[in-house]
């Protein structure tokens, strides 16, 4: 099987997988009071350490164990010694080997398909900075998942898994949290097609300890594991709970305010910068510096922020707090090209996806070509971003991420960013003014050679400028006022 066949074809049986994986683990951990889970067996300690290896090691990983297991007189033991050998000789014994690929190979081949994809995305690099704030759960979160509580590969498997599956679905199916009720709590929340939910109960079935240990709850597996996820958080303080949920906001997995306060009726895509507001120094949006890079899940919007043609009355209530962008959102608000998520609500500070962006480029200068097509593997045509994909790539503006697709759910760069507005202005001959000095930033090094020529335009245009300290921060992502604000300069040199 192809690698590229194999990766496209997962998308919908992936997200069945992982998310059975992933709640598998998520029962198991967040209170002591709460952990009823059966002893850390082989094949998920395997699944934990393979998706922490290097990107190389695992796709060769990957790509052999896909080979192996498509030879039906495969024999396990040498597969498990080559491998062993080869990739966790000090992380997995010999027996475990056998046992982990046993179940491995157990598994139907949408099964192993779902495997692999998730193998081939590698482990989440999440934020760290509020780890002390609630080092309790995620002391239990690493204990529960790799069996050693000071070892970050659980929570970093954890994240990975909620990542994995909003991006394997193409963004249309996902759990995310929210404020709860009281606000004081969380909630986990299920959006998408409920035959998916099904799909994903049914597959739970083969779990036996745990769906027993479930249905004190009902009789859905996937709506008990839900209710037993909110029950186990909502044990421990109350101050434990919010830092909690800031450090899942800083990860993209938490919508709304995590201060105690009713949340937004309509929430938006989930954010990275922990709420915290655009800082003083850069004169397109005053970038936020952040550790994050393009490696993130699909925050779809909601509301209008779709391929239509609506255009919204105007009256965002929680954009006063940004000045310097409040005329771009209002007047790309005006013609259309951006909408709020409901009841007055613009969540500015939320970050932006690679779709939801291109959606704002192709419809601020009306690219949109009816006859466009898209052939990116994580494209699905009949989702609201395809007809800005694929005119966008049509006119030459994106080429996707290198590997056949365009990166769905991703949250954008700084330097894709650029590098797609100078994209546009190249192909609408547009004449971008040399106005600033270059600068040669400290982290040069850190800028893709790709996206080299396109940030200098941009800066020399004064579109998108440094982050402060004389760094770009080119792996930053970009928030949704940040977005609307370059969106503005460029069309008022178009």
Same mark, same amino acid.
């Given at each position: 099987?192809?690698?590229?066949?194999?990766k496209?074809?997962?998308?919908?049986?992936?997200?069945?997988i992982?998310?059975?994986?992933?709640?598998?683990?998520?029962?198991?951990?967040?209170?002591?009071?709460?952990?009823?889970?059966?002893?850390?067996?082989?094949? /998920?300690?395997f699944?934990?350490e393979?998706?922490?290896l290097?990107?190389?090691?695992?796709?060769?990983? &990957?790509?052999?164990?896909?080979?192996y297991?498509?030879?039906?007189?495969?024999?396990?033991?040498?597969?498990?010694?080559? =491998?062993?050998?080869?990739?966790f000789?000090?992380?997995l014994?010999?027996? %475990?080997?056998?046992?982990?690929? &046993?179940?491995?190979?157990?598994?139907? +081949?949408?099964?192993?398909?779902?495997?692999?994809?998730?193998? *081939?995305?590698?482990?989440y690099? *999440?934020?760290?900075?509020?780890?002390?704030?609630?080092?309790?759960?995620?002391?239990?979160?690493?204990?529960a998942?790799?069996?050693?509580? /000071?070892?970050?590969?659980?929570?970093?498997?954890?994240?990975?898994?909620?990542?994995?599956?909003e991006?394997?679905?193409?963004?249309?199916?996902?759990?995310?949290?929210?404020?709860?009720?009281?606000v004081?709590?969380?909630?986990?929340?299920? +959006?998408g097609?409920?035959s998916?939910k099904?799909?994903?109960?049914?597959?739970?079935?083969?779990?036996?300890?745990?769906?027993? #240990?479930?249905?004190?709850?009902?009789?859905?597996?996937?709506?008990?594991?839900?209710?037993?996820?909110?029950e186990?958080?909502?044990s421990?303080?109350?101050?434990?709970?919010?830092?909690?949920?800031?450090?899942?906001k800083?990860?993209?997995?938490? $919508?709304?305010?995590?201060?105690?306060?009713?949340p937004?009726?309509?929430?938006?895509?989930?954010?990275?910068? !922990? !709420?915290k507001?655009?800082?003083?120094? @850069?004169?397109?949006?005053? @970038?936020?510096?952040?550790?994050? &890079?393009?490696?993130?899940g699909d925050?779809?919007?909601?509301?209008?922020?779709?391929?239509?043609?609506a255009?919204p009355?105007?009256?965002?209530?929680?954009?006063?707090?940004?000045?310097?962008?409040?005329?771009s959102?209002?007047?790309?608000?005006?013609?259309?090209?951006?909408?709020?998520?409901?009841?007055?609500?613009?969540?500015?500070?939320?970050?932006?996806?690679? $779709?939801?962006?291109? #959606?704002?480029?192709? *419809?601020?200068?009306?690219?949109?070509?009816? %006859?466009?097509?898209?052939?990116?593997?994580?494209?699905?045509?009949?989702?609201?971003?395809?007809?800005? =994909?694929?005119?966008?790539?049509?006119?030459?503006?994106?080429?996707?991420?290198?590997?056949?697709?365009?990166?769905?759910?991703?949250?954008?760069?700084?330097q894709?960013?650029?590098?797609?507005?100078?994209?546009?202005?190249? /192909?609408?001959?547009?004449?971008?003014? %040399?106005?600033?000095? =270059?600068?040669?930033?400290?982290?040069?090094?850190?800028?893709?050679?790709?996206?080299?020529?396109?940030? #200098?335009?941009?800066?020399?245009?004064g579109?998108?400028?440094?982050v402060? %300290?004389?760094?770009?921060?080119?792996?930053?992502?970009a928030?949704?006022?940040?977005?609307?604000?370059?969106?503005?300069?460029?069309?008022?040199?178009?």
């Amino acid at each position: 099987m192809g690698k590229i066949f194999k990766k496209a074809i997962t998308r919908h049986i992936a997200f069945v997988i992982v998310f059975c994986f992933m709640f598998q683990i998520v029962i198991m951990t967040i209170s002591n009071q709460y952990v009823y889970a059966m002893e850390i067996n082989a094949f /998920q300690k395997f699944m934990v350490e393979a998706l922490h290896l290097r990107d190389t090691p695992r796709n060769n990983m &990957t790509d052999e164990l896909d080979e192996y297991f498509m030879n039906e007189e495969f024999d396990i033991n040498v597969i498990a010694q080559d =491998i062993q050998n080869k990739y966790f000789s000090n992380l997995l014994t010999y027996n %475990e080997a056998v046992e982990a690929l &046993t179940v491995f190979s157990e598994r139907s +081949e949408g099964g192993k398909l779902g495997l692999y994809a998730l193998l *081939y995305e590698g482990a989440y690099n *999440y934020n760290r900075d509020r780890e002390n704030d609630c080092a309790n759960i995620l002391g239990v979160i690493n204990e529960a998942i790799i069996g050693d509580a /000071q070892n970050p590969k659980g929570i970093s498997t954890l994240i990975t898994l909620f990542k994995g599956a909003e991006k394997i679905s193409g963004g249309n199916t996902r759990v995310f949290a929210r404020n709860g009720n009281p606000v004081t709590d969380i909630e986990f929340v299920f +959006e998408g097609k409920a035959s998916d939910k099904s799909s994903v109960s049914e597959a739970m079935n083969h779990f036996t300890s745990l769906v027993e #240990r479930l249905a004190v709850y009902g009789s859905n597996n996937f709506d008990n594991l839900l209710s037993f996820a909110e029950e186990t958080v909502n044990s421990v303080s109350k101050e434990e709970i919010k830092a909690f949920k800031y450090f899942l906001k800083d990860n993209g997995i938490y $919508e709304g305010d995590p201060e105690e306060k009713p949340p937004v009726i309509s929430p938006g895509p989930g954010s990275n910068n !922990g !709420g915290k507001n655009p800082g003083p120094q @850069d004169n397109i949006g005053k @970038d936020q510096p952040k550790d994050t &890079t393009e490696q993130e899940g699909d925050k779809k919007d909601t509301e209008q922020e779709k391929d239509t043609d609506a255009k919204p009355t105007i009256a965002f209530k929680d954009i006063d707090h940004i000045p310097w962008a409040i005329e771009s959102i209002n007047v790309l608000a005006q013609k259309g090209v951006i909408s709020g998520m409901g009841d007055g609500i613009f969540a500015p500070d939320d970050n932006v996806t690679r $779709e939801q962006f291109i #959606r704002m480029i192709v *419809y601020a200068f009306d690219l949109i070509d009816e %006859e466009a097509e898209a052939d990116f593997f994580d494209v699905d045509k009949e989702a609201w971003y395809y007809k800005s =994909i694929a005119s966008a790539k049509k006119h030459g503006i994106t080429e996707g991420v290198g590997d056949g697709s365009f990166g769905v759910g991703r949250e954008i760069t700084r330097q894709d960013m650029c590098v797609m507005l100078y994209r546009l202005s190249q /192909q609408l001959s547009i004449e971008l003014p %040399e106005t600033n000095k =270059i600068i040669e930033f400290i982290d040069a090094d850190d800028i893709a050679e790709y996206a080299n020529v396109s940030i #200098r335009k941009m800066q020399q245009a004064g579109i998108l400028n440094g982050v402060g %300290e004389n760094r770009f921060a080119p792996l930053n992502n970009a928030t949704r006022a940040q977005a609307a604000r370059v969106i503005y300069l460029m069309l008022s040199y178009n």
